[in-house]
């Protein structure tokens, strides 16, 4: 069964402080994704990557940036957190193939205070 | 552009009523389409595809092309499918998901 670990399914930061979301896929996919999930807009693609140090900007990439040095772990940074940025972030991993179902982890909650 | 919609929000229904999900896309492509469901404090996961054309806890979906939509459907449904479900087409870009906006379902006993 693909697993998809979120380092951290609550956390707290403050406003201004540079924070790091970590996510594992342990399946070998390529294609890994992060989401942002807000009631009533649904899930909105923040960044994706297709393959190590690739990187694809989604719909809302602004405030965010992403790493992707190792082909299991992808990273999203909030280079300069603000309050607009509390949210549920949600990972998700797809293997390169066609058609295939994304794979969601636990989410993490953000509070940005 | 891609674009899936669900028109409604919330949905509510008694247990053993029929249940409909509706799911309208915009696609110019050939589609592949999927319901995903998050129930309460688990993370999100695949229902259904369209392409597998099976049944999962006893919801199907059918791709109707003309009407650009792939409802979601049960004929009875129970207290244990209350969830959020979203509908999510998959577009030519690298595996990614177009996801619409939810739709929260509540089964009442």
């Known amino acids: 069964d693909v697993k998809v670990t979120q380092s951290s399914r609550y956390l707290v930061k403050r406003t201004g402080e540079k924070v790091f979301l970590e996510c594992v896929q342990d399946?070998?996919?390529?294609?890994m994704f992060w989401y942002r999930q807000d009631p009533g807009l649904g899930l909105r693609l923040i960044y994706f990557?297709?393959?190590?140090?690739?990187?694809e900007k989604g719909d809302i990439p602004e405030g965010y940036s992403v790493s992707r040095e190792k082909k299991e772990r992808f990273s999203l940074i909030l280079e300069s957190a603000s309050t607009n940025q509390t949210s549920m972030y949600l990972c998700?991993?797809?293997?390169?193939?066609?058609?295939?179902?994304?794979?969601f982890g636990d989410g993490t909650r953000l509070s940005i205070l | 552009a891609q674009r899936v919609t669900q028109p409604e929000k919330l949905l509510s229904v008694f247990k053993g009523a029929p249940v409909e999900l509706k799911c309208n896309y915009s696609?110019?492509?050939?589609?592949?389409l999927f319901w995903y469901v998050q129930y309460s404090r688990q993370r999100l996961q695949l229902l259904l595809r369209?392409?597998s054309r099976e049944s999962i806890k006893g919801f199907t979906a059918d791709l109707n092309k003309g009407e650009t939509s792939f409802h979601l459907k049960k004929p009875f449904a129970q207290e244990e499918d209350s969830a959020m479900y979203y509908c999510?087409?998959?577009?030519?870009?690298?595996?990614?998901?177009?996801f619409g906006r939810g739709t929260q379902l509540t089964v009442w006993p």
């Open positions: 998700a991993s797809s293997p390169r193939q066609g058609g295939q179902p994304q794979h």
């Open positions: 399946m070998d996919h390529e294609n």
């Open positions: 990557s297709y393959d190590v140090k690739m990187k």
């Open positions: 696609y110019s492509g050939s589609p592949e």
């Open positions: 369209h392409i």
């Open positions: 999510a087409l998959m577009g030519s870009t690298l595996g990614r998901l177009y």
